[in-house]
């Protein structure tokens, strides 16, 4: 019983088969295994035999525990044993008076068979709650002999001698683990099929999600010509699995676009998997990249994937990818071009399913020409390269960039925003960023720190800007200052353009070149702004 316990996985198998070995120590006429319900009131007959009636095998309905008045039934004999805890012993329950055995005879009465000796045993877990009921029916001991156990002379029906009493327990205790370990497995089961379902919709909901975000230029801030130009070329790569190449100064955002690609490309489920190339030396960044074996260099202990592995099916982002050492950059050309790569240590090949985005702000041609860089590499890298503007050639998304660091700057520190001066603002726009969207973030978060009321002025910029404001900062009335940056941002919008008109004699061509915007966006802010030329209606 102990080696089917181990190895029987079907619950209803393994019964029969406790039911079986228990009738063939006692020699029972019949025997069965009644359950306890999950509600707890009601047990029910989950395995039964009788050889001398299969048709009695089973019960004709289940045997509730309580009365009607909600009182446990303790007249009836399998109720009786498994809410004491006690063991039914009867040798002839048609001359015993202690228990109820009304349903017993009732479920006989059409058949030629009789019980006489019955037998129930609790079945209780080992947390000591009764899961059911073990019966046997007309135990006949002298009827055959069982080796290792002594000979029991008896009538044809006799009760359990103490000692098989133990034993038919010790039956009774494998039957309550089964049934233990089987609802276990069976709330395990329930419970993986919930996990499944929520991981399902969860994966729906990125899915969602993600679809949502993959439009042009959502999670960027930007609708200047430069910067639109880039982002209708992520939205034509996203979809296809070439190389894409990040060309750009630093702090122009590569890696936000880098992003934004794997979230609008078929990959978006899957991994994305980032590493800076100029941040280790050669040897740790190949480990780091392709994994290494175990005993390939001192400390390598144990087998390790890399990040490739990782970034199985998703995309891998190289940034910095111009000062990748000379000597790995072989290993992904072969990595692009055979999808193969092979761990530090190792003499096999791995085949790996990886989209290579890369990012640098070097000038790789130079560094061709130098010996720095691979011309191979270079031009498997630069299938569909997209140059990303630097903030000085897109001061037209400065205002709303500003507005969204203030926000978020300020959401931690539970603060309103401020209100920007316009001689701040001025100060900003005109301000010549070497670090591009990164130093603004960086200026923004320092301003709000320094910032202890509603107004956010010069005196909280770093003082290399104060030098940089060119443009007169338009004058407002009160009320205007009081709408809010967005109106500040629309003011001086309109002043800047109308200055920039002013110097080109009103040729607004010239003025949207100045303004590095196209010609149609001018027209459309001079209507909005109502900005027109002087002796003109």
Same mark, same amino acid.
């Given at each position: 019983?102990?080696? =089917?316990? %181990?190895?029987? /996985?079907? $619950? ?5 088969? @406790? !039911? ?6 006692? &020699? ?124 029991? =002379?008896? %009538?044809?029906? /006799?009760? $359990? ?5 133990? @034993? !038919? ?6 039957? &309550? ?124 202990? =144990? ?235």
């Amino acid at each position: 019983m102990t080696t =089917a316990l %181990a190895t029987e /996985r079907h $619950l209803e198998t393994l019964l029969n088969a @406790v !039911v079986s070995a228990a009738r063939r120590l006692t &020699a029972a006429e019949g025997g069965r295994i009644l359950v306890l319900d999950r509600t707890g009131r009601e047990l029910h007959c989950l395995v039964g035999q009788n050889e001398a009636a299969p048709e009695l095998s089973g019960l004709a309905r289940s045997v509730p525990l309580y009365r009607a008045a909600n009182s446990f039934n303790l007249d009836e004999p399998n109720v009786y044993a498994a809410v004491t805890g006690r063991v039914v012993n009867v040798a002839d329950v048609r001359a015993y008076t202690g228990l109820d055995f009304t349903a017993l005879y009732a479920h006989e009465a059409a058949t030629a068979f009789r019980t006489r000796a019955f037998v129930a045993v609790p079945l209780r877990s080992v947390e000591g709650f009764t899961l059911g009921v073990l019966q046997l029916i007309n135990v006949r001991m002298d009827h055959r002999r069982m080796d290792g156990w002594p000979l029991e =002379a008896g %009538a044809a029906g /006799r009760a $359990l001698s103490p000692d098989f009493e133990r @034993v !038919v327990r010790c039956f009774a205790a494998h039957a &309550a683990v089964a049934i233990a370990n089987a609802r276990l497995f069976d709330e395990n089961r329930r419970l993986i099929r919930q996990l499944d379902r929520a991981r399902s919709d969860l994966e729906e909901e990125n899915t969602r999600l993600r679809n949502a975000q993959a439009g042009p230029g959502n999670g960027v801030i930007g609708d200047s010509a430069p910067f639109q130009v880039a982002l209708a070329l992520l939205q034509r790569a996203a979809p296809a699995t070439v190389p894409v190449l990040l060309l750009g100064e630093t702090g122009t955002g590569k890696e936000v676009f880098a992003k934004m690609l794997h979230a609008a490309s078929p990959r978006s489920a899957r991994p994305f998997v980032v590493q800076n190339c100029a941040a280790l030396p050669e040897h740790l960044l190949e480990s780091e990249l392709f994994g290494y074996r175990r005993g390939a260099f001192t400390g390598a202990i =144990a087998d390790r994937a890399g990040l490739v592995h990782a970034a199985q099916g998703g995309t891998l982002f190289l940034d910095e990818v111009g000062d990748m050492p000379l000597g790995l950059q072989s290993k992904i050309l072969r990595m692009l071009g055979q999808g193969e790569v092979r761990r530090v240590g190792d003499t096999r090949t791995e085949t790996v399913d990886v989209r290579i985005v890369a990012a640098t702000n070097a000038d790789l041609a130079a560094k061709i020409a130098q010996g720095q860089f691979r011309e191979d590499l270079y031009y498997r890298l630069q299938v569909f390269p997209i140059t990303l503007p630097p903030l000085r050639d897109r001061t037209s998304d400065i205002p709303a960039l500003i507005e969204h660091f203030l926000a978020a700057a300020c959401a931690p520190l539970g603060r309103r925003p401020p209100a920007l001066t316009p001689e701040a603002l001025a100060c900003l726009v005109n301000w010549r960023f070497p670090g591009n969207v990164r130093e603004l973030k960086n200026i923004v978060e320092r301003a709000v720190l320094l910032c202890d009321g509603d107004r956010l002025d010069l005196p909280h910029l770093p003082p290399e800007l104060m030098a940089s404001t060119a443009l007169p900062a338009p004058i407002m009335t009160p009320e205007e200052e009081g709408g809010g940056l967005r109106l500040m941002v629309q003011n001086y919008e309109a002043a800047i353009i109308e200055v920039k008109l002013r110097e080109t004699g009103w040729n607004q061509s010239r003025a949207a070149d100045l303004l590095r915007i196209s010609r149609r966006s001018l027209v459309e802010k001079l209507s909005r702004y109502d900005i027109r030329q002087p002796g003109r209606v």
